[in-house]
Every structure is written in structure tokens, then in C-alpha cells.
């Protein structure tokens, strides 16, 4: 069964700035993106970890392998650039650590 591609955003974030970057991300970012990105047919976050071992993961599940450039294309649009600014301040101020790439199907079961 062959399942769909996942752009998969992980971070780790300088705890004295987490709750006020995680309302941010969910209820600004997140929430504005939603309604513009329908090639992303779900988007979720999860958490591991407590402290310093604290990741968040942002999990964005893309329609199929075609729609994956086009996808991906949501986060650069010009009606998005005072969101890319605003996410580029909270990398230098928030985000310590991040990788962000896709992932395509390998095995399922």
C-alpha cells in the first residue's frame, strides 16, 4: 500500500521562547496557511521529549508525488512574504535547531 509524501519539519526551540513561538506558529502561521494549501491534505504537530531533549515535529501530508514542487510552493507565495519575514525572526530568535525536508514513501504495512 503506498501511502503519501510528508514534508516533515523538525525543531528544537529555546525553551524561554517556546509558548509564546508555539502560539505563533499554530494559530498565526499554521492557521493562515491552511485555507491556501489545499495540496496539503493534512498538517498536524507532534512533541517528544522534555527540557533540552524537547522536538516538535510539523507533519504536512502532500496530495501525491506530483504535487509535492507545487506544494511546497504555498510557503514562498507573495501574499505569504510578511510570514516568511516573521518566521525568518523567530529562526534567528526561537529555533535552535531545525531540518526540514520531504519524505516519500518507503515501506508500509
Known amino acids: 500500500m503506498a501511502t503519501r509524501p510528508h514534508f516533515i519539519v523538525r525543531m528544537r526551540l529555546d525553551p524561554a521562547l517556546e ?5 505563533w506558529y499554530n ?5 493562515t496557511l491552511r485555507p491556501i494549501a489545499p495540496l496539503f491534505t493534512d498538517c ?5 521529549g522534555e527540557g533540552a531533549d524537547k522536538v516538535y515535529l510539523t507533519i504536512y501530508e502532500i496530495k501525491d508525488e506530483a504535487s ?3 506544494a511546497l510552493a504555498v510557503f514562498d507565495r507573495e501574499d505569504r ?3 516568511r ?3 525568518k525572526e523567530w529562526e534567528k530568535k526561537a529555533v535552535k535547531e531545525i531540518d526540514a525536508r520531504v519524505f516519500r514513501s518507503h515501506y508500509s504495512w
Open 44 to 48: 498536524y504537530r507532534q512533541v517528544s
Open 27 to 31: 494559530n498565526d502561521y499554521l492557521a
Open 81 to 83: 512574504q510578511d510570514y
Open 19 to 23: 509558548e509564546e513561538f508555539n502560539t
Open 85 to 87: 519575514r516573521q518566521w
Open 68 to 70: 509535492i514542487d507545487e
